[in-house]
């Protein structure tokens, strides 16, 4: 199995600031991946942290807005720049492990 | 593109009372199907999988059948308990999608003592 710590687990913020979310794992894994989880929706891939490389980013998401790094095996952070309110989500870590998913408790940004 | 439809929330229900949560899915390779739990203020949890069709996941008393022929992975239980109120994700990874999960929307469920 695999455990994965988020910080912060919320926040509230002021629009136009940008804020960095930060994802360790407790050990070594392959693949880790950012999710958004808006209010009251589903969870939606963001990109998937590559270590030694650039994410790579799905449709509806660049790399301007939500900057990922991944310098090791069991880290990574996520920043979501310049925040509007429409940016208020649940952003979850994920690692694979073992064929499994594993996900942190997420971090709650509220965007005022 | 792959796709996860499951029944919109909240369902509400009484102390061991039977749970079904419905789960349809579309994908364009061989998935792997999942379901996930969200307890209140928690992260997602594993709760069971399945990846080929005819299998059964189960775990904590829940289950899941992976039907092909229905493209189906419906979630029961068949006595709940208030212990079991959180959110419910169906979920299926594909091969052809590099393994990346797709979620459905959730369902909530409540149950009442």
């Known amino acids: 199995s695999a455990v994965i710590s988020q910080k912060p687990s919320r926040d509230i913020c002021q629009r136009g600031t940008s804020l960095t979310i930060q994802c360790q794992v407790d050990?070594?894994?392959?693949?880790m991946f950012w999710y958004r989880q808006q209010p009251g929706q589903s969870l939606t891939l963001i990109a998937t942290a590559n270590q030694g490389s650039e994410a790579t980013y799905e449709s509806g998401f660049v790399i301007d807005k939500f900057p990922i790094s991944r310098p090791n095996l069991t880290f990574s952070t996520l920043t979501v720049s310049n925040m509007s309110p429409e940016d208020s989500s649940i952003y979850l870590c994920?690692?694979?492990?073992?064929?499994?998913?594993?996900f942190g408790e997420g971090s709650r940004l509220t965007v005022l | 593109g792959n796709s996860v439809t499951q029944m919109e929330g909240p369902v509400t229900l009484s102390e061991e009372a039977f749970l079904t949560i419905n789960c349809t899915y579309t994908a364009t390779g061989y998935p792997s199907l999942f379901w996930y739990v969200q307890y209140p203020g928690e992260g997602l949890q594993l709760l069971l999988k399945a990846t080929k069709a005819d299998d059964k996941g189960s775990n904590k008393g829940f289950e899941a059948t992976y039907r092909k022929e229905t493209t189906s992975f419906h979630l029961e239980k068949g006595s709940v308990q208030v212990s079991d109120s959180a959110v419910y994700f169906c979920?299926?990874?594909?091969?052809?999608?590099?393994?990346?999960?797709?979620f459905g929307g959730g369902t909530r469920v409540l149950v009442k003592p």
């Open positions: 979920a299926l990874s594909d091969l052809a999608a590099g393994n990346k999960l797709t």
């Open positions: 050990s070594q894994v392959t693949m």
């Open positions: 994920s690692a694979q492990n073992t064929g499994e998913l594993f």
